[in-house]
């Protein structure tokens, strides 16, 4: 049980680690569903791929993970220039576009509702080794960007790529939810006054939470695990700094 728990426990970790700088960015710069519609474009060119090359090489289908996060995030950082007042509302309806891409490729793909699903919302107790390598990359990455040079992630250029290459490796590793609550429930108590420490060590009880549950439950641990951040993150409006 020991080992089973292992690999999950590593992405979970790497994932918050990858997720939490960059949330703390996403709620100064006020482009709160930039992960939503990021990972749907991320999820629609895998599954549009799948649906006509039926390519099962994982570095090419994180390749192509990564083409789709980027186009959105270029076009997420754009929208935010262009028209700031309403750039959630755009984002969302980028979102939308994302969605609906991914379920028109999910309908070719031979078995695009099981990928759709997973994407969704992955049982993060089946994570792979794969997954879990490129996510600590990513952790050290971004947090060569935070703290040994935390000006840069300040920069549009660093922040979005940033953001797009995180997204296309955490959601197909974490699912969707999941990430949208890694990246949002820590910043949410960071941005209350809490040390990155304190939130990061909530965040990573709360998931550790919802894992152990869903093992003895037996349900779907990507599901429990999001729903333990998202409360997690609630209740930082509770909480005071002092």
Not at 103 to 120: F, W
């Amino acid at each position: 049980m020991d080992t089973w728990f292992l690999l999950p426990t590593l992405a979970l970790m790497a994932g918050l680690l990858a997720l939490a700088p960059l949330g703390a960015q996403v709620l100064q710069r006020g482009v709160v569903f930039i992960d939503l519609a990021v990972a749907q474009a991320a999820a629609a060119a895998v599954l549009w791929l799948g649906a006509f090359a039926h390519h099962e090489n994982p570095w090419v289908m994180q390749a192509m993970a990564g083409t789709g996060a980027l186009g959105a995030t270029w076009g997420v950082a754009w929208l935010a220039r262009r028209w700031p007042e309403q750039r959630e509302a755009l984002i969302g309806l980028l979102y939308v576009a994302g969605a609906a891409s991914a379920l028109l490729g999910a309908r070719l793909h031979p078995h695009g509702k099981d990928h759709l699903m997973s994407l969704l919302a992955a049982d993060v107790l089946w994570v792979d080794a794969f997954q879990v390598s490129l996510l600590c990359a990513c952790a050290l990455a971004v947090w060569f960007l935070f703290v040994g040079a935390r000006q840069r992630l300040h920069q549009d250029r660093y922040f979005y790529v940033s953001f797009a290459l995180v997204a296309s490796v955490a959601v197909p590793a974490l699912g969707l939810f999941l990430v949208f609550t890694c990246l949002i429930a820590p910043a949410l108590w960071m941005a209350r006054g809490h040390s990155v420490r304190r939130a990061l060590g909530g965040a990573l009880a709360a998931g550790l939470l919802g894992l152990a549950a869903s093992w003895g439950l037996d349900a779907p641990s990507g599901a429990l695990m999001a729903l333990a951040l998202a409360l997690y993150g609630v209740s930082s409006l509770f909480s005071s700094s002092r």
